[in-house]
């Protein structure tokens, strides 16, 4: 379901700030003059080598007259993410002296902190297009999934305050400070502190933050040394509409005050903060296609693209990156029903409808969640065949498809974990997974977390986080007949070829040496090319088979951990997807992919390889003579959960919803179903949100 695509493309507001600038002679913090980038030196002949952003001029001002507020779009999630590793100091560059740091040069900068000379240290760049709800390569994320779930702490349970202090080992050895260093880093951090809310959370294991939370506190340790610039790789991924307007306030208060300045790194789905002034946009292909002010770049972007393949006439999208053009609107039975004021339908008073008879996989009746006195899941009451009554209630049935929408920290992922077995309380909860509770019942045995995970498939970012960064790609897809991440998969040879029909449909998106094809239509003419003897056709008078199907070997070298975060989000979707379980669960599951791989996703996600995503169509199936399915689409017995905070992430076989509270917020879940409306209209989304 496809709402707007791109950013609200609003008229760029004038950014009001009481800061008094320096004369606008001052130098540059970064200053980047007809430069072209390389991974290697382009004296090695390497056709993986090639040139980054050729001819680049760019210039990050140190104190402008008027404001300049960057942001760095990609369709692709290597493309800025390189790009922004250039702003850093980071890849070779052609001439040398095509890049500088004049700024730094200064006796400003080396009065504040001489440190902040080198340019890694006074431009710091945070990323968060795969680190899950962990803080980044700190070492902090637990020593398993389910720790985070645990009431007992750790020694390694790092406090936020450890963790901002830098102390996230044991026996850390002490710093040796200098007179008056020590006063000035506990200032900053005060200040830091405040300015970022984290007040109450000082002293909460860092692995139990939420995810916004955990976007804050990553800023919070990169402010903490006071860097002159900050670059933000893809902030508000993962976040719900209130949340991503709260960071997007406290990152624009930064960034007026030049402490530090700040640059984005967003997708073509993620929404423009109204003070961004200056863009620039990225083709796939590590080009540049416009830098310049905001409303010039976004005008000249306009008139390139016809506006017809623009979502609402207000993004930038590519037509083969708008993918599917349909979306969806709220819609429920005549009965136990609201008409809200934008027209849109509810359930009252949180009541689920389950119109079908089918069976039921999972069943929560009156759950709720509590950890001491702070209650996480379930503090409402819900309306159950007419009767209110306490906690969380819920129930999936075969077939069904689900989306669960809420603020972060609502509980989506911790109903998650309960169905998956991950959170400790489900032992002692009133859940029913597969008919069965976990501890055993007078008549029938509990049901172990082998069982339970055997007929689940989950791809999550708390699951990225934790999967082994060594396995191949094949052994990465192999893995769903596995008992643990390391576990030897068990396979029989239909296993073998539904794994290769998935490597061969994906190669583009998993191998990062492709350099052909996947189009079916190709494949097809190939086909019919050798069926009729040529170019291969006839060897000593014999017709000799053309060999059609790719070559797979290529999985077996490449790791898991070697490949692109949005190649590792599609391996571990197909390791959800590929043994076709009983309930398929997918928290932010597209997230980091750019446009036409998450469609293809979605296609793959409905129908398997019968349906081929060509980039500036609409999604095409195949005929059965050009293609032999091995994969089909989501069954019919199967069920779907799935989690996200936009509305482009949302496959279109979702027809259920609920939407959870705010923490702390009494009111009830809400539930609803929907169908289908037309592509121009966001009210299902909006309704949802109560935006």
């Given amino acids: 379901m496809r709402a707007t695509a791109f950013f609200s493309f609003l008229p760029s507001t004038a950014i009001r700030s009481t800061i008094t600038t320096p004369s606008a002679s001052r130098l540059p913090v970064i200053r980047i003059d007809n430069a072209t980038f390389y991974k290697q030196h382009p004296a090695s002949a390497n056709a993986s080598n090639p040139p980054l952003f050729s001819g680049l001029t760019f210039s990050l001002p140190s104190f402008p007259e008027r404001p300049q507020c960057w942001s760095i779009v990609s369709p692709s999630s290597t493309g800025k993410t390189t790009f922004l590793e250039v702003l850093q100091g980071q890849h070779i560059c052609i001439p040398s002296n095509g890049r500088s740091f004049p700024y730094l040069s200064t006796d400003d900068v080396a009065a504040k902190d001489p440190h902040l000379r080198v340019p890694t240290r006074a431009i710091r760049y945070v990323g968060f297009n795969g680190m899950g709800n962990t803080a980044g390569g700190s070492g902090i994320r637990g020593a398993y999934l389910s720790a985070r779930y645990e009431s007992r702490r750790e020694d390694t349970d790092f406090s936020l305050m450890d963790y901002l202090n830098g102390k996230t080992s044991l026996n850390a050895s002490e710093e040796v400070t200098v ?139 590519r037509s083969e990156q708008a993918g599917r053009d349909t979306q969806s609107a709220i819609f429920v039975s005549n009965q136990n029903i609201n008409q809200s004021e934008d027209g849109v339908s509810e359930v009252v008073s949180g009541e689920a409808q389950h119109g079908n008879s089918q069976e039921a996989l999972i069943e929560m009746s009156g759950v709720e969640v509590k950890y001491g006195e702070k209650q996480v899941l379930g503090a409402w009451e819900q309306m159950v065949d007419g009767k209110p009554e306490r906690g969380f ?46 501890l055993p019942t007078p008549g029938q045995p509990g049901i172990s977390i082998f069982d339970v995970q055997s007929r689940i498939g989950y791809s999550s970012p708390e699951v990225h986080a934790f999967f082994p960064r060594e396995l191949t790609i094949r052994q990465t897809l192999e893995n769903a007949w596995a008992d643990t991440f390391r576990g030897k998969a068990l396979l029989s040879h239909e296993n073998d070829l539904v794994v290769d029909a998935c490597l061969r449909w994906f190669e583009r998106e998993l191998n990062p040496a492709f350099g052909g094809s996947d189009s079916v239509a190709e494949v097809a003419q190939q086909r019919k090319a050798a069926k009729r003897g040529r170019p291969h056709g006839r060897k000593q008078g014999k017709l000799v088979e053309v060999q059609l199907e790719r070559d797979v070997d290529w999985a077996d070298g490449v790791r898991f951990g070697e490949v692109s975060v949005a190649a590792q989000r599609v391996a571990l979707l197909l390791r959800a997807l590929i043994k076709k379980p009983d309930v398929v669960i997918l928290d932010e599951a597209f997230s980091a992919m750019d446009a036409t791989t998450r469609d293809k996703c979605m296609a793959f996600l409905a129908y398997g390889e019968s349906v081929s995503v060509q980039e500036r169509k609409k999604s095409v199936p195949t005929k059965e003579s050009e293609r032999k399915v091995a994969i089909t689409g989501l069954e019919a017995r199967q069920a779907l959960i799935c989690v996200s905070h936009l509305a482009e992430e949302v496959p279109d076989l979702v027809t259920e919803w609920m939407r959870l509270p705010e923490p702390n917020e009494g009111k009830p879940v809400r539930f609803g179903t929907w169908g289908s409306l037309g592509s121009e209209n966001r009210e299902w989304w909006d309704a949802i949100w109560k935006l």
């Fill in 179 to 317: 007179a008056g260093e020590s006063s000035k880093k506990e200032e900053i951090l005060r200040e830091v502190i405040q300015q970022l809310k984290l007040e109450a959370l000082l002293d909460l294991p860092v692995g139990n933050l939420s995810n916004g939370q955990t976007r804050r506190a990553r800023i919070a340790k990169a402010l903490m040394s006071a860097p002159e610039a900050l670059l933000l790789d893809e902030p508000f991924m993962g976040l719900d509409p209130p949340t991503t307007s709260a960071i997007s306030s406290l990152l624009y208060n930064l960034a007026a005050s030049n402490a530090p300045r700040i640059i984005l790194g967003l997708r073509p789905q993620d929404l423009l903060p109204d003070w961004i002034t200056h863009l620039v946009y990225l083709d796939s292909d590590h080009t540049v296609a416009q830098i310049g002010p905001r409303d010039v770049v976004l005008n000249a972007l306009r008139a390139v693209w016809p506006p017809a393949s623009l979502p609402n006439n207000s993004g930038i999208v």
């Fill in 393 to 438: 209630w819920w129930t999936v049935k075969r077939g069904s498809r689900w989306g669960i929408f809420g603020p972060n920290g609502s509980g989506k992922t911790t109903i998650l974990s309960l169905i998956c077995s991950d959170h400790p309380q489900t032992y002692s909860l009133p859940i029913k997974l597969f008919h069965r509770s976990r």
